[in-house]
Structures are given as structure tokens and as C-alpha cells.
């Protein structure tokens, strides 16, 4: 039987594909991630299908779209029933593995991995449920423009804590598994926190660069000729209280290039505990985003809405002894990366799934490749007041929701997405069959009761459960110390001997 390979999955947070030199950016120093793109499969097209933490992870782990699972928003409980690839791996036989963010909502913090090694940087319980009946109050938990007018180094932050902890904790896992006797194929998915915001990185990676070689957004504020959802976007992360001037724009972008090179030197060091512990060359590594960051283009920060920079995202698999370096052209989106993990493990055939998956396998892609074509997204979270449905087939980019007009790109002859064609005459018979197959695809009205219903009964349970005790869902992270280092219950020299790697022959 042939051996069944490793895979190790790495997570960025809020990382654009745009920003790496892998796609073209100019400034983000990230030798690492440029090694894995050298040697491995490049996706150009690669999208989240919801540009948000939660839903667009839930989509990642489920292979589901967001209105089929209920992942609405960051604050929407990823429900336990939900067959993810982290249960097909485990009952194919691999040990399961998370370190970092997932941003698991709900009491279930496991979702099918064997083992969870840190908790999560955000809450677990439904704390951040958005509210569609109140479009004009901003939610008092979510972004501020201080993550940009504040931009800069400092010493120490929440993120570096957070993102220090899981890259140690993965890396040890990397150790305790070459020296254990669990001779299993593994999954370990590392999920760090950068380069999400807030703008703030310690002051050696701010140092890397210099504040002339950062490009400015390259399409300008577009306030007052924005279409109707970056309008709410802004009043959602306060850019009608706060403008952010050249200077701090320059900032934030450059703490973001900085916090882009933090990550690149964590995935340095986990494919060197991968090559220390000679695992490599057994081992696929896979690099991708949970969603991207507009970075001040059309004077717009952070995701929640379908244009490039929010939703275009990486992919990188790298394993060079079994696929040889290529670009995948096509589209392809987070659903289609459960087939694609049970398609490696050479476990079961699509048609033996437990739930009905929205992506395809890309292993057609790793091996000739030739990509799925397709991308579909959803957005229900903070900033909509609608369903925003949106598909991204060939050159062209639709975006529909019931609460505004169309949208519509040709990506090949504008990829700043600067002209929407859906008004134009040349495009009629285009945006009708789109919108058909928008019908077709969604019962758009059926999903805004949905999440409404949601919302509500979220807003109760959560107040409700605030009153007297409260018992968190956040996930703890046992760690028994009677079993680390040296103790008692084994020979000394026995212990030293199986602690040490390589092992002594």
C-alpha cells in the first residue's frame, strides 16, 4: 500500500494574496513562502467563500457554503453534526491536529481533531451576532479606524503573544511525533492570527522596510461614488468618524508588509522542524488565508465584501516529490479543499461524503493543472442588510444582492474591478442569465429569514446566559506536567534515550 502523506496546513489570517510576491507584490519580504511557491502549486485564482473569520473557516473545514451550514457571521455556532475534513482524516487513520485560531463558535472546540494544542484568540460564544433590523448602529465590538490612524511598532501585542504560543506548541508537536512510536500519517493545521489587524508589529519586522518603498492603495477613496455596500461598510468601521491621513495610511500598510514577513519566518521555522525531523519529503504543505484585507484601496480596510483584495486569497501546495511546480489559472475557493485534503489521503470516493459538499477535489489541478473553473461566495455578516451572493466564473466577477444593484467585472480587462458592467447594454443577456442562475443557485429570500431567525435567537440565548454564572465555551488547553520532562514513573536512561532525535542507533 503506498504510504499516505502527512499534511501540514498553514493559516494566515486576513493575508491578500496580492501582497506576496507569489501574485505579483512588490513589496512583502517573504523568501519562506516564496520557496514553497517556487517548488510547489500556485493557485491565481483562489478565493474564501465568505469574507469573514468564521464563516469563511467553517466553509474551509465543512466544504459547505455558508447558508448550508448556518455559518452566517463570526458569532454563528458551527454546529457538531458538521462532518469536516478533520473527521474524514481521523476515521481514515491520521492523527488530527490544531494549533491556533479557527474561531469555532459553540461548545464544541474540537470539531473532529484528536488534539487541540492552544486555545483560540476570539471568543467562542455568540457575543458578536450582527443586527439586520439595526442598520444604523455600529457594532461597539468590531474594527475601528484605530487600527489604522494608530499604526505602528511597539515591543509586544496580543497578536505576537497568540501567534509565538501556536508556532511553538506546532513545532514541539512536529518533535513529539518523529519521536513517538504512533506511526500514523498526520494532519497539523496551524492557524496564526497576523497579519489581521490591528496594525502593530514589533519593531524589528517594522524595521524591514522603509516607508518609500510602500506603495500607496492603487485605487483612491471612492467616497460618495461607492456602490450601496462599501457605503455601510464604512459607517461599520467608523470612516465617517475617522479619516485616516496619507501618512497613516503609509503606516498601516507598512505594519501589514511587516506582519506579512512575522509569518513568513513562522512558516520558516515549521518547515525546518519539518526537514530537522525528517519528515519533508513525506509531508504536503499547504499555505492559504481565511479571507484578505483591502488595505485602503477604494479607501476601504479590513474584508466583508467581494471585491479582490478582500476575498482573493492564497494557495500554495508544496510537495515537490509527488507534484511538480505549476500556476493554476482557474478558480477555486476553501470548499473544495476538504475532497482535496480526502482525496490525499486516498481515503473515500465523493459520492461516499456524509453531508453534500459545494467544492471538488484539486487534485486534477495538482496533478495537470487543470483547476475547477468555479467560485461561489456568500456574505450575511455585519455591513449587509441582504443576502450579497456572488460567482466568479472565467473572466467575469457577479455580484447580486436583493437590496442593491448588480455588479458586475470583467477581471481579465479590469482586475481593480474599477468598471461595473452590469448596467451596460453589451452585458443584458449576461447579467440575465447570471441572475437566473442566482434563482436557480439560492432562495435568497428563505436565507434572509434564516439568518434574522438566527440573529434573534443568538441575541436572547447570549443575554441570557450572561445573568448569573457564566460558563464559557472557550476552549482550555490541559496540559498534565506530571507527564513532561523527567519523572519517575520511567528509567532515566530509557527516558533520554526516547527523547532523543534522531534516535541513537
Same mark, same amino acid.
Given at each position: 500500500?503506498?504510504?499516505?502523506?502527512?499534511?501540514?496546513?498553514?493559516?494566515?489570517?486576513?493575508?491578500? *494574496?496580492?501582497?506576496?510576491?507569489?501574485? /505579483?507584490?512588490?513589496?512583502?519580504?517573504?523568501?519562506?513562502?516564496?520557496?514553497?511557491?517556487?517548488?510547489?502549486?500556485?493557485?491565481?485564482?483562489?478565493?474564501?467563500?465568505?469574507?469573514?473569520?468564521?464563516?469563511?473557516?467553517?466553509?474551509?473545514?465543512?466544504?459547505?457554503?455558508?447558508?448550508? #451550514?448556518?455559518?452566517?457571521?463570526?458569532? &454563528?455556532?458551527?454546529?457538531?453534526?458538521?462532518?469536516?475534513?478533520?473527521?474524514?482524516?481521523?476515521? !481514515?487513520?491520521?492523527?488530527?491536529?490544531?494549533?491556533?485560531?479557527?474561531?469555532?463558535?459553540?461548545?464544541?472546540? %474540537?470539531?473532529?481533531?484528536?488534539?487541540?494544542?492552544?486555545?483560540?484568540?476570539?471568543?467562542?460564544?455568540?457575543?458578536?451576532?450582527?443586527?439586520?433590523?439595526?442598520?444604523?448602529?455600529?457594532?461597539?465590538?468590531?474594527?475601528?479606524?484605530?487600527?489604522?490612524?494608530?499604526? /505602528?511598532?511597539?515591543?509586544?501585542?496580543?497578536?505576537? +503573544?497568540?501567534?509565538?504560543?501556536?508556532?511553538?506548541?506546532?513545532?514541539?508537536? $512536529?518533535?513529539? #511525533?518523529?519521536?513517538?512510536?504512533?506511526?500514523?500519517?498526520?494532519?497539523?493545521?496551524?492557524?496564526?492570527?497576523?497579519?489581521?489587524?490591528?496594525?502593530?508589529?514589533?519593531?524589528?519586522?517594522?524595521?524591514?522596510?522603509?516607508?518609500?518603498?510602500?506603495?500607496?492603495?492603487?485605487?483612491?477613496?471612492?467616497?460618495?461614488?461607492?456602490?450601496?455596500?462599501?457605503?455601510?461598510?464604512?459607517?461599520?468601521?467608523?470612516?465617517?468618524?475617522?479619516?485616516?491621513?496619507?501618512?497613516?495610511?503609509? !503606516?498601516?500598510?507598512?505594519?501589514?508588509?511587516?506582519? $506579512?514577513?512575522?509569518?513568513?519566518?513562522?512558516?520558516? *521555522?515549521?518547515?525546518?522542524?519539518?526537514?530537522?525531523?525528517?519528515?519533508? +519529503?513525506?509531508?504536503?504543505?499547504?499555505?492559504?488565508?481565511?479571507?484578505?484585507?483591502?488595505?485602503?484601496?477604494?479607501?476601504?480596510?479590513?474584508?466583508?465584501?467581494?471585491?479582490?483584495?478582500?476575498?482573493? #486569497?492564497? %494557495?500554495?501546495?508544496?510537495?515537490?516529490?509527488?507534484?511538480?511546480?505549476?500556476?493554476?489559472?482557474?478558480?477555486?475557493?476553501? $470548499?473544495?479543499?476538504?475532497?482535496?485534503?480526502?482525496?490525499?489521503?486516498?481515503?473515500?470516493?465523493?459520492?461516499?461524503?456524509?453531508?453534500?459538499?459545494?467544492?471538488?477535489?484539486?487534485?486534477?489541478?495538482?496533478?495537470?493543472?487543470?483547476?475547477?473553473?468555479?467560485?461561489?461566495?456568500?456574505?450575511?455578516?455585519?455591513? &449587509?442588510? &441582504?443576502?450579497?451572493?456572488?460567482?466568479?466564473?472565467?473572466?467575469?466577477?457577479?455580484?447580486?444582492?436583493?437590496?442593491?444593484? +448588480?455588479?458586475?467585472?470583467?477581471?481579465?480587462?479590469?482586475?481593480?474591478?474599477?468598471?461595473?458592467?452590469?448596467?451596460?447594454?453589451?452585458?443584458?443577456?449576461? $447579467?440575465?442569465?447570471?441572475?437566473?442562475?442566482?434563482?436557480?443557485?439560492?432562495?435568497?429570500?428563505?436565507?434572509? &429569514?434564516?439568518?434574522? *431567525?438566527?440573529?434573534?435567537?443568538?441575541?436572547?440565548?447570549?443575554?441570557?446566559?450572561?445573568?448569573?454564572?457564566?460558563?464559557?465555551?472557550?476552549?482550555?488547553?490541559?496540559?498534565?506536567?506530571?507527564?513532561?520532562?523527567?519523572?519517575?514513573?520511567?528509567?532515566?536512561?530509557?527516558?533520554?534515550?526516547?527523547?532523543?532525535?534522531?534516535?541513537?542507533?
Amino acid at each position: 500500500m503506498k504510504k499516505r502523506p502527512n499534511l501540514v496546513i498553514l493559516m494566515a489570517d486576513q493575508l491578500t *494574496a496580492g501582497a506576496l510576491r507569489a501574485y /505579483g507584490g512588490p513589496v512583502a519580504r517573504t523568501p519562506h513562502i516564496d520557496a514553497l511557491a517556487e517548488r510547489g502549486v500556485v493557485f491565481d485564482s483562489f478565493y474564501c467563500n465568505s469574507p469573514l473569520c468564521a464563516p469563511s473557516r467553517f466553509s474551509f473545514m465543512a466544504g459547505q457554503l455558508p447558508s448550508r #451550514i448556518g455559518a452566517y457571521d463570526n458569532a &454563528a455556532e458551527f454546529r457538531a453534526d458538521i462532518p469536516t475534513f478533520a473527521h474524514y482524516l481521523r476515521r !481514515a487513520g491520521y492523527q488530527t491536529i490544531l494549533s491556533g485560531k479557527m474561531h469555532f463558535c459553540g461548545p464544541d472546540q %474540537l470539531h473532529g481533531f484528536e488534539e487541540r494544542l492552544t486555545t483560540d484568540i476570539y471568543p467562542a460564544d455568540f457575543g458578536w451576532t450582527p443586527d439586520w433590523t439595526r442598520p444604523e448602529e455600529r457594532p461597539g465590538w468590531y474594527h475601528t479606524m484605530d487600527s489604522v490612524t494608530q499604526a /505602528g511598532s511597539c515591543a509586544r501585542t496580543n497578536q505576537i +503573544d497568540f501567534d509565538d504560543e501556536v508556532v511553538y506548541a506546532a513545532r514541539q508537536k $512536529v518533535f513529539d #511525533i518523529a519521536r513517538s512510536q504512533d506511526r500514523r500519517p498526520f494532519c497539523l493545521v496551524v492557524s496564526m492570527t497576523h497579519p489581521h489587524d490591528p496594525y502593530v508589529v514589533p519593531e524589528a519586522y517594522w524595521n524591514r522596510y522603509r516607508d518609500e518603498e510602500i506603495e500607496p492603495p492603487r485605487v483612491g477613496d471612492l467616497a460618495g461614488r461607492e456602490d450601496p455596500h462599501s457605503r455601510r461598510l464604512r459607517h461599520v468601521i467608523g470612516l465617517d468618524r475617522a479619516r485616516p491621513t496619507e501618512a497613516q495610511v503609509r !503606516a498601516a500598510r507598512r505594519a501589514y508588509y511587516a506582519a $506579512v514577513s512575522y509569518v513568513d519566518d513562522q512558516v520558516g *521555522a515549521l518547515r525546518t522542524a519539518l526537514k530537522e525531523t525528517r519528515l519533508e +519529503d513525506e509531508t504536503v504543505i499547504v499555505l492559504l488565508a481565511d479571507h484578505g484585507d483591502m488595505l485602503g484601496e477604494r479607501g476601504l480596510w479590513y474584508k466583508m465584501s467581494f471585491f479582490e483584495p478582500a476575498c482573493r #486569497i492564497p %494557495l500554495i501546495v508544496s510537495a515537490p516529490w509527488r507534484f511538480p511546480p505549476r500556476r493554476v489559472p482557474e478558480p477555486a475557493s476553501l $470548499v473544495d479543499l476538504l475532497p482535496t485534503l480526502v482525496s490525499l489521503a486516498n481515503e473515500e470516493a465523493p459520492a461516499s461524503y456524509a453531508a453534500p459538499l459545494d467544492g471538488s477535489s484539486l487534485l486534477p489541478a495538482l496533478e495537470a493543472g487543470k483547476g475547477r473553473g468555479e467560485v461561489v461566495g456568500e456574505y450575511l455578516a455585519e455591513g &449587509a442588510i &441582504a443576502p450579497i451572493v456572488m460567482i466568479r466564473r472565467a473572466r467575469h466577477k457577479f455580484i447580486h444582492s436583493p437590496a442593491d444593484p +448588480d455588479q458586475l467585472y470583467d477581471l481579465a480587462a479590469d482586475p481593480e474591478e474599477r468598471h461595473n458592467l452590469a448596467a451596460l447594454a453589451p452585458q443584458a443577456e449576461l $447579467v440575465a442569465r447570471l441572475r437566473d442562475e442566482v434563482a436557480q443557485r439560492w432562495n435568497l429570500g428563505a436565507v434572509h &429569514a434564516a439568518v434574522l *431567525a438566527s440573529q434573534q435567537r443568538r441575541h436572547l440565548v447570549y443575554a441570557a446566559l450572561r445573568e448569573g454564572h457564566y460558563r464559557s465555551w472557550d476552549f482550555q488547553p490541559i496540559r498534565d506536567a506530571s507527564r513532561s520532562y523527567i519523572r519517575n514513573d520511567q528509567e532515566l536512561n530509557d527516558l533520554e534515550r526516547m527523547a532523543r532525535f534522531p534516535p541513537l542507533r
